[in-house]
């Protein structure tokens, strides 16, 4: 079935693709791991489905679709799952001669695409007018990110409690949707967060104040050097509810899960 549509990237009347927001790619390799058991976890009221099949649409016509994957993607997510080599240390990890630009611009087409789809699971998401032409203008290389808008932090998930519940690979299988935080204390400043591949990824919309923005684990497109501090599973409340509201739906049955 093909659907012709308006592509959000190029804006010109094409054939679209099945656009997913966190890319087929990290999809197929969860649900290999799993054996075809991969699941994601989302706020919809959608029974709990494979991942395989998770949140996409059309959206994106071939061509912008291949040029996200191929620019970004592919390359953000061989240094995140260390192929380009990392070191390990007490606080966390160390992404050594990496490209934080690619890294950036990834993340950031991650969030634009969960902002324009239509998708329950996304509905959270929201993007402004303004930073929906400069994103454009970013991925096309046509403009460049100011450093006040959008600062993005990297965190290494992992379980800190004495049970050890969650190995680090059982942690790397959980994918949560893109959810959005409002901070209490910093009034009108918008995250959108998620958790894939083993890390949780804080998009601060409204950007980061200055002095925050050496914080560790924060991109830096100029340098080479990228550390993420380790942070312990059970602080992440957003991911957690969504834990527990999964279960929930599987326990009730609500699920296209093959036990
Ligand atoms: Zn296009």
């Known amino acids: ?14 054939e ?8 087929n790619a990290v999809f197929k390799k969860l649900f290999k791991t799993m054996s075809g058991k991969g699941i994601s976890l989302s706020n919809d009221d959608k029974p709990i489905q494979y991942s395989s099949d998770s949140w ?8 912008c679709e291949h040029f996200l994957n191929i620019e970004f993607e592919r390359y953000s997510l061989s240094v995140l799952r260390g192929q ?31 902002a324009l789809s239509s998708q329950k699971a996304y509905s959270g998401i929201r993007i402004i007018k303004s930073h929906h032409k400069l994103l454009k203008e970013v991925f ?20 800190m409690s004495d049970e050890k519940g969650f190995s680090d690979e059982a942690i790397k299988e959980i994918i949560s949707a893109p959810f959005c935080r409002v901070d209490t204390v910093r009034k009108g400043s918008i995250t959108v967060c998620f958790m894939f591949e083993g890390f949780f990824v804080e998009i601060f919309v409204t950007g980061m104040r200055i002095k925050d923005r050496h914080s560790p684990g924060v991109l830096k497109r100029n340098k080479p050097i990228l550390f993420v501090p380790y942070i312990d599973l059970f602080s992440l409340d957003g991911v957690i509810d969504l834990m527990v509201e999964n279960l929930d739906k599987y326990e009730q049955g609500n699920h296209f899960i093959k036990d």
């Open 1 to 14: 079935m093909t659907t012709l549509g308006k592509c959000k990237l190029c804006e010109q009347q094409k």
């Open 16 to 23: 679209l693709q099945k656009s997913h927001a966190i890319g």
């Open 56 to 63: 996409a649409e059309p959206q994106l016509c071939k061509e």
């Open 84 to 114: 380009k080599g990392f070191i390990k240390s007490s606080g966390g990890i160390s992404f050594i001669n990496i490209d934080q630009s690619k890294l950036i611009k990834y993340f950031l087409s991650v969030y634009y695409r969960a």
């Open 140 to 159: 096309n290389d046509e403009g460049k990110l100011p450093s006040c808008e959008f600062h993005i932090q990297l965190s290494r998930v992992t379980d």
